[in-house]
């Protein structure tokens, strides 16, 4: 069973930063590549960045330019620099792997990005 646990939200203001953390198994981190998501109040979850293997990444058009996704393997931790940050951008921001485990989501990491 995956257990994941995401940390690093809080209040910022916008054109801020701030680096999320999730942290998983060594198991989960040794044999799946992992992404990142979020969910704003009234909208379905939407994919934000992945990461497969160490290097190769994708991200959503609405973050791209502004957010870096990466990995630290020895420390089985997914990371999310987001730079630039805008009010839209305020959601809660979950980890899963890529393709994500539907029954694997945590309990997420508030961000919220005031104007």
């Known amino acids: 069973q995956v257990q994941l646990v995401e940390s690093g939200g809080g209040f910022v203001q916008a054109g801020g930063s701030l680096r999320l953390s999730c942290a998983a198994s060594?198991?989960?981190?040794?044999?799946?590549?992992m992404g990142w998501y979020r969910q704003a109040p009234g909208k379905q979850r939407e994919f934000v960045a992945y990461i497969r293997g160490g290097s190769n990444t994708n991200y959503a058009d609405s973050v791209k330019g502004r957010f870096t996704i990466s990995r630290d393997t020895a420390k089985s931790t997914l990371f999310l620099q987001m730079n630039s940050l805008k009010p839209e951008d305020t959601a809660v921001y979950y980890c899963?792997?890529?393709?994500?485990?539907?029954?694997?989501w945590g309990q997420g990491t508030q961000v919220t990005v005031s104007s």
């Open positions: 060594k198991t989960t981190f040794s044999i799946n590549d």
């Open positions: 899963n792997a890529y393709p994500p485990f539907p029954r694997s």
